[in-house]
C-alpha cells in the first residue's frame, strides 16, 4: 500500500470508524457514502468524500430532499462522485424519509437510539422497510462505523479505547 494510501485509510481509521456521530447531517452523509460504497472500494469512498460533500451540499438533510430533477442531473453528470441513478436516487429518497424521522423522534440519531439495541439482522430489516439501497452489508457498515454494531476495531486496538471514552453508557454494553 503506498503511503498516501496508508495515510487516508489510517486517517479513517483512527479518527472516524466506530465514532458515534451526533450530527444528523453527519450521519446522513455518513450512509451517503455507505450506499455509494456498494461494489466498490472503501478507498474509492475515501478519495471521492470532498466531492461527494460539495455536490450533496455538505450533507445537508433538508437541501438534499428538496432536490429537483435538475439537481439529479447533476449528480449523475459529476464525475467526482459516484455516477450510479439507484444510489443518487437513494440519497434524496432517504433525506425525505430521514425529516420524517426528525419529525417523528426528534433527530436520525433519536430515531437510532430508540430502536438500539438490535442485532445485525434486525437492523437490516428495519433498514429495508424504512430507506433505499440499504443492504446487509451497508446496514452492517454504516452502523459499525457509527458504533452502534460491534467490529470496527478489535479491543485490542488503541482505538477501540478512545471509542469506549466518547460512546454514551447505553451504547457501551450492548
Given amino acids: 500500500m503506498s503511503g498516501d494510501k496508508k495515510e487516508l485509510h489510517k486517517n479513517y481509521h483512527d479518527n472516524h470508524y466506530g465514532f458515534p456521530i451526533h450530527d ?8 451517503i457514502l455507505e450506499i455509494n460504497q456498494a461494489g466498490l472500494s472503501w478507498e474509492t469512498i475515501l478519495k471521492k468524500e470532498t466531492s461527494f460533500r460539495k455536490a450533496y451540499s455538505n450533507f445537508n438533510i433538508e437541501k438534499v430532499a428538496a432536490y429537483t430533477e435538475a439537481d439529479r442531473e447533476r449528480l449523475l453528470a459529476d464525475a467526482g462522485i459516484i455516477r450510479n441513478r439507484l444510489k443518487v436516487n437513494a440519497a ?8 420524517e424521522l426528525q419529525k417523528e423522534s426528534g433527530s436520525f440519531e433519536k430515531w437510532l437510539e430508540h430502536h438500539h439495541p438490535k442485532t445485525k439482522n434486525e437492523w437490516v430489516k428495519l433498514f429495508k422497510k424504512t430507506f433505499r439501497f440499504t443492504g446487509g452489508e451497508i446496514v452492517n457498515e454504516f452502523l459499525m462505523s457509527i458504533g452502534y454494531l460491534h467490529g470496527a ?17 447505553w451504547i457501551k454494553h450492548f
Avoid: V, W, Y
Fill in 24 to 31: 444528523d447531517n453527519e450521519l446522513f452523509g455518513r450512509l
Fill in 92 to 99: 434524496i429518497e432517504n433525506a425525505k424519509t430521514i425529516l
Fill in 153 to 169: 476495531h478489535s479491543e485490542s486496538c488503541p482505538i477501540h479505547q478512545e471509542i469506549l471514552k466518547q460512546k454514551p453508557m
